[in-house]
């Protein structure tokens, strides 16, 4: 593999780069399979196709979640839990998540919990097709 920070090659079994010192696979300036200069925001390379993982992008992004969401946890959570805004804040909708606990205490529950439910459908219909970070719910 390649370093994705410098772009040299990182032989099998090394866990950091010999020419950069970065640990194996951090970085997002080339892809880790031929080589090629990366876009930061890319999350596949456009010469080989490799999906990248964008490590050090992610932080910089402040703290944005590695990895996806479930669509069907996400979708479970609005039908069971969706008064409480829990599937938005599992996606990173936190203040849409806060708005739906502060009517679930206004309304006791009745409101929000309808919002959460229809919110829950369209998710698994696949009406919300996103988190908060513009991440891809998987199926
Ligand atoms: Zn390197
Ligand atoms: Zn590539």
């Known amino acids: 593999m390649f370093c994705r920070n410098c772009g040299r090659e990182i032989g099998e079994g090394n866990t950091v780069c010999t020419g950069c010192g970065a640990p194996a696979g951090s970085g997002y300036k080339f892809c880790p399979r031929c080589g090629h200069p990366t876009d930061e925001l890319a999350v596949y390379c456009t010469n080989c196709g490799a999906p990248l993982t964008n490590i050090q992008g992610q932080n910089a992004a402040g703290g944005r979640p590695a990895g ?29 998540g806060i708005c739906q606990i502060v009517l679930f205490v206004l309304c006791c529950g009745i409101v929000s919990s309808i919002w959460g439910f ?11 097709d996103t988190d908060a970070f513009g991440q891809p719910l998987t199926d």
């Open 68 to 96: 996806q969401k479930s669509r069907l946890a996400a979708g479970l959570l609005g039908i069971f839990l969706g008064g409480l805004g829990i599937h938005n804040f599992y996606l990173g909708y936190n203040e849409k």
């Open 118 to 128: 229809v919110e829950g459908i369209l998710i698994l219909c696949g009406h919300i």
